[in-house]
């Protein structure tokens, strides 16, 4: 059983900093590309930032300058610095992992973290 648990989400005003953290549990042995993506109300699930494996990153253009993705793959982790942050940033982040290789030797696709909030006021 693997699965993603992030944390940092909160309560921000506007122009100010969030740090976002999402580890990974379970007998892995590699995650491939890692990301964060968002869900505003009444939007649909979009991508905030991804990063391989590899450290290539790759932003939405609205976040670009102001969020920074990094990962840790001696801790299965992917953070998200947000600084700068609008109105318009507020929304469920969710962590995203694409593929996973297990202890076990198989793979696992598309894993989900269960979200958290984060609310920008202005």
């Known amino acids: 059983q693997v699965q993603l648990v992030e944390s940092g989400g909160g309560l921000v005003q506007a122009g100010g900093s969030l740090r976002l953290s999402c580890a990974a549990s379970?007998?892995?042995?590699?995650?491939?590309?890692m990301g964060w993506y968002r869900q505003a109300p009444g939007k649909q699930r979009a991508m905030v930032a991804t990063?391989?494996?590899?450290?290539?990153?790759n932003y939405q253009d609205d976040v670009k300058g102001r969020f920074t993705i990094s990962r840790d793959n001696t801790k299965n982790a992917v953070y998200l610095q947000m600084n700068s942050l609008k109105a318009e940033d507020t929304a469920v982040y969710y962590c995203?992992?694409?593929?996973?290789?297990?202890?076990?030797?198989?793979?696992?696709?598309?894993?989900w973290g269960q979200g958290t909030q984060v609310t920008v006021s202005s």
């Open positions: 379970g007998s892995i042995s590699a995650i491939l590309t």
């Open positions: 990063i391989t494996s590899g450290g290539t990153t």
């Open positions: 995203h992992a694409d593929r996973m290789y297990l202890v076990s030797r198989r793979w696992v696709v598309d894993i």
